[in-house]
């Protein structure tokens, strides 16, 4: 998709304070002084069987880059792709109610939507959150000596095609769901309650090492990913070892072709877990070394499901965004 927008021309106003340009989580508008909108959206198709969950995952996913720029978010419209005929309206009643059960938890007010005959059953939604310009948290501000955050377990590619393969036990299909419903709002809270934050993304279908690649060339730095300190779900480790890959895999270490290295310590399954893409995965975090440790105890404390340092920023290496050592 990036590579559609490339020569794509635009207008702008100069009341755009993130467009495009960077690629960034989600566009911001200024609309007063102290106060933009952020704006996004996202949708896809199932990861996992049940509706309700389902609805709850793909709301989580899509309220999580108001999150990843530091906002709040407000306002939501739901998407909703129905196959003619092929789905049971009490199936689209429990979608919809995970997804406003979803915002409710997010306090952020479900105002309508759009609903079009598809294919294929897609569901997700367009939020629009508020943040104070001067606090925003751009891909493109990453530090060199900066730390990185990462605040969920990676995996859930891998495990959610196993899932759809038969292949996942109920204990684990019911722990990474978990983990894609849980919104990322305790862990931006917890952030901007810290200070010190340079640069923020979070971890969805490019994987972490597309993600944190991306901020690094927005940045003009190099990042650095600490394998051995990554958070990931021990089944998808024991799937990986066993030949599991999705195909976003492939198309991840495509986007980031040439720009990355791998250390020859590195176990290839942890290299493998970097480029898996993620649905509703955690914010990555970069923070400055003096608030590493403050982060860590804030994120616990709200409870966050990972707290793991997983990395640092390194002055720019010619053309490398991405070191995994």
């Not at 990861?47 to 309220?63: E, H, K, R, W």
């Not at 998407?79 to 092929?86: H, K, W």
């Not at 955690?282 to 997983?310: E, Q």
């Amino acid at each position: 998709m990036h590579e559609a927008l490339d020569g794509l021309k635009i207008w702008q106003s100069p009341e755009v304070i993130e467009g495009i340009d960077t690629f960034d989580d989600a566009g911001i508008y200024r609309i007063a002084d102290g106060t933009a909108l952020v704006q996004t959206v996202d949708f896809f198709t199932p990861v996992v069987d049940d509706p309700y969950a389902f609805g709850q995952v793909a709301t989580a996913n899509a309220l999580s880059d108001v999150y990843a720029m530091g906002g709040r978010p407000v306002t939501a419209l739901n998407i909703l792709c129905v196959p003619a005929g092929d789905l049971p309206l009490p199936d689209l009643h429990r979608i919809l109610q995970g997804g406003a059960d979803k915002l409710k938890e997010a306090e952020c007010s479900l105002l309508g939507g759009h609903t079009v005959i598809d294919k294929e059953l897609k569901f997700g939604c367009s939020i629009t959150g508020l943040i104070d310009p001067a606090r925003v948290w751009s891909n493109a501000g990453a530090k060199a000596g900066h730390r990185l955050v990462l605040t969920k377990f990676l995996g859930t590619g891998i495990l959610c095609s196993a899932l759809k393969q038969g292949k996942l036990d109920a204990e684990t299909i019911g722990e990474v769901t978990r983990s894609m419903a849980t919104l990322n709002r305790a862990a931006c809270e917890a952030a901007k309650t810290v200070g010190g934050i340079s640069a923020a993304t979070d971890v969805t279908g490019f994987g972490l090492a597309g993600h944190a690649g991306q901020m690094a060339k927005a940045s003009g730095v190099t990042i650095r990913l600490d394998a051995a300190a990554l958070p990931i779900f021990p089944n998808a480790i024991a799937l990986a070892k066993g030949g599991l890959k999705t195909r976003g895999d492939k198309t991840n270490r495509a986007f980031l072709k040439g720009r990355w290295e791998t250390a020859k310590s590195v176990e290839p399954v942890l290299e493998d877990l970097c480029f898996d893409p993620q649905t509703s995965g955690g914010l990555l975090l970069v923070v400055a070394p003096d608030r590493v440790d403050a982060l860590v105890a804030t994120l616990k404390s709200a409870k966050v499901l990972a707290t793991a340092v997983v990395g640092d920023v390194l002055p720019r290496e010619g053309s490398l965004d991405l070191k995994i050592g």
